[in-house]
């Protein structure tokens, strides 16, 4: 018997990584709701629906899916959350700027889902980019449980997938209600 798909979400603001993540853990070629963007975001194209790749992964089909990081495509946050066995959040490294963002976005689905999640901090390679000990301080979280990866490296972004893939399974309770400060 074919067991239904697992579905894993990634997100975080515009920029962070979200569909190079997405296309470096996919094994098929990655489905891409892009289109030009229509105000300054930093970069000529952005997501607007959600990037979808798969994998194989121990028997299991896995479903990836990235959000969109505008907040006026956040009521895709809450759809592509809905059943999720993990949520990654991307935070570019270099973009302090863009952290409150970021922690809103966690507040978001987490204030509506308990989805275990991880923060994955890109861009370790830029210089003056946070470690990942510093955004786990600035997002209160323990420290296991932000990572600092390369986005296109292949065994980083796999190393990331088990790691939330573990705490998935210590989460198989509902996870306690928590709320960023």
Not at 2 to 22: D, E, M, Q, Y
Not at 56 to 61: E, I, K, N, T, V
Not at 69 to 81: I, P
Not at 83 to 111: C, K, M, W, Y
Request: negative net charge.
């Amino acid at each position: 018997m074919h067991s239904a798909p697992l579905k894993l979400v990634i997100s975080g603001p515009v920029g962070a990584g979200k569909t190079t993540l997405v296309q470096t853990l996919s094994q098929t070629p990655v489905i891409a709701t892009e289109a030009e963007a229509s105000e300054d975001i930093g970069k000529s194209n952005t997501t607007v629906a959600f990037d979808f790749g798969t994998l194989h992964l121990g028997g299991h089909d896995v479903h990836l899916y990235g959000t969109p990081g505008q907040d006026r495509f956040s009521f895709m946050w809450e759809v592509l959350c809905e059943g999720a066995l993990g949520l990654i959040l991307l935070v570019a490294g270099d973009r302090p700027q863009d952290f409150l963002h970021a922690r809103n976005i966690l507040e978001f689905i987490t204030s509506r889902l308990p989805v275990p999640f991880l923060v994955g901090v890109t861009r370790q390679d830029q210089p003056r980019a946070w470690a990942p000990a510093d955004v786990a301080l600035y997002f209160d979280l323990p420290a296991a449980q932000v990572a600092g990866l390369n986005a296109t490296n292949a065994d980083e972004a796999r190393d990331l997938l088990a790691q939330l893939l573990e705490l998935s399974l210590h989460a198989s309770a509902p996870l306690p209600e928590r709320t960023l400060p």
